[in-house]
């Protein structure tokens, strides 16, 4: 064989021979991002990159000078994709899952709502529930929090 011109893929894929493409077939750019501060800032802000582009954790861990939280993630930035959590059925259990991963950090009303989903009256009457049958507790004005 004099040349091997015909060995060559048609793209960065890796595979060889005619084919169609596929999402594979592209190298979409990825960026590296650290966010550091405390756990439920560190959440919110990977909250709000998940709602635009497809975001992986790949370390964490806590800075022992200063006790912040810091998280490595790399994030597609072409590659729009709505993070989409769950469907729960119940309004508790969208309260008791976000409260659950945050045992005994308090947490606001209004980030309970951007994390629920929830209508403002539907959030507030669940929340006065879940106070009142004992599962969480309201520590101060607009801020809750599940103990252990």
Known sequence: MDSTDDLQPP??????GDHPAVMEC???????????????ACLEA?????????VDIKHRWQDP??????????????????????????PEAAVMACL???????MRQH??????????QTLTDTLAALTAAGEIEHVAPDEYRKNA
């Open 65 to 90: 000078e200063t006790g912040k939280l810091v998280f490595k993630l790399t994030a597609d930035l072409v590659y729009v994709k709505p993070y989409i959590a769950p469907p729960t059925p119940t």
């Open 111 to 120: 980030v309970l709502q951007a994390l629920t989903n929830l209508d403002g």
């Open 11 to 16: 793209c960065d894929c890796g595979a060889l």
């Open 100 to 106: 659950n991963d945050s045992i005994g950090v308090t």
């Open 46 to 54: 990977i909250g709000l990159l998940r709602s635009n582009y497809r």
């Open 26 to 40: 592209f190298n979409l750019p990825v960026v590296e991002i650290e966010v550091s501060g405390s756990r439920l």
